[in-house]
């Protein structure tokens, strides 16, 4: 296994549904954040720029079990 891999935390979920349920929940909690820092930084205007960026954050699924 790749080394850097080691040191990655690891949960466990108890179901795909969960899974769905938490990934959605952490997208939502990202784009919360970017919301409020663009209007923290006066960037409203940047808006539309910005946004692609903040949405290519990506929550991977790695199984023991594939």
């Known amino acids: 296994m790749d080394e850097s891999r080691e040191d990655m935390t690891r949960i466990h979920v108890d179901?795909?549904?969960?899974?769905?349920r938490t990934k959605a929940s952490f997208g939502k909690a990202i784009l919360d954040q970017f919301e409020q820092?663009?209007?923290?930084?006066?960037?409203?205007?940047?808006?539309?720029?910005?946004?692609?960026?903040?949405?290519?954050?990506?929550?991977?699924?790695?199984?023991t079990y594939l």
């Open 15 to 20: 179901s795909l549904r969960d899974w769905h």
């Open 37 to 63: 820092r663009i209007r923290q930084s006066g960037l409203e205007a940047e808006r539309d720029t910005l946004l692609p960026y903040a949405q290519q954050v990506r929550i991977g699924f790695f199984s």
